[in-house]
């Protein structure tokens, strides 16, 4: 069986998020904080033997004494983030213990994920070495310029919305990383695809969205009870919902 680790982002500076104080991740949705709904799907899995929440220098102290309780119980380990997201996964790939096969890379801000939706994903991801969920685009698409008046109407054929988790071999992520150069790459498919290593597309999940914006946030409220859920660790488990959804 594969082993796979997983690296759950955290330290971005949620600018676009006005809800509270807090970042994005560290917020309750629904009695429970982001980050722990969107690493909790992780756990208890015989295939993943680690999880990693990479966290701002700032904000370090503050998680581990806020969250002691789940970080424990989870086995989950802080990593101090960089700059930029790529910087903040490289730091965290450091420390990927060198027995794990696979790298699982998810947004510490995408809490509305299932196992099942995990179980796919790791699938393919064990047959082609890279693979990331991503939704084809169904709106039309507008280039707009800085006046905020359209420039032209994009055609939306073969263009997909990409989501995470993003998953890699590896030592394939560690390579593109070390050729990264100057590349400002948004998300780690892009490293993979500048080495020139094909990433396959898995049909992503429209309830697995990401918290940018607090109305993004309202509508995780909303899907959150909606997700399809076994129940796997019932009233036990202290950090469940009161009600577990059974599939």
């Not at 030592?171 to 590349?183: I, K, N, P």
């Not at 080495?195 to 946030?217: C, Q, R, Y």
Request: no cysteine.
């Amino acid at each position: 069986m594969a082993n796979f680790a997983v690296i759950l982002p955290a330290a971005g500076k949620s600018s676009r998020f006005s809800m509270q104080k807090r970042k994005k991740p560290f917020i309750e949705l629904k009695g429970r904080p982001v980050w722990v709904r969107a690493a909790e799907v992780f756990l208890n899995r015989e295939d993943v033997s680690q999880v990693l929440l990479v966290v701002s220098r700032e904000d370090i102290e503050w998680v581990k004494e806020k969250f002691r309780p789940n970080l424990a119980f989870m086995n989950v380990e802080i990593v101090e983030g960089g700059a930029e997201r790529f910087e903040s996964v490289q730091n965290a790939l450091a420390r990927v213990k060198t027995d794990v096969d696979f790298v699982a890379v998810h947004d510490a801000a995408r809490p509305l994920l299932v196992k099942e939706w995990v179980d796919t994903l790791f699938v393919q991801a064990e047959k082609s070495g890279a693979v990331i969920p991503a939704l084809a685009a169904s709106d039309t698409l507008k280039r707009v310029g800085p006046d905020r008046t359209i420039v032209e109407t994009v055609p939306r054929d073969g263009l997909w919305r990409a989501q995470t988790p993003q998953v890699f071999r590896r030592q394939l992520l560690m390579d593109a990383f070390a050729r990264r150069g100057s590349l400002q790459a948004t998300d780690e498919a892009q490293l993979v695809e500048n080495l020139g290593h094909p990433v396959s597309i898995v049909e992503g999940w429209p309830m697995n969205i990401k918290l940018t914006t607090f109305a993004d946030f309202k509508m995780a409220e909303a899907l959150v009870d909606a997700l399809p859920r076994p129940k796997t660790f019932g009233g036990l488990h202290p950090f469940a919902d009161e009600s577990p959804r059974l599939l």
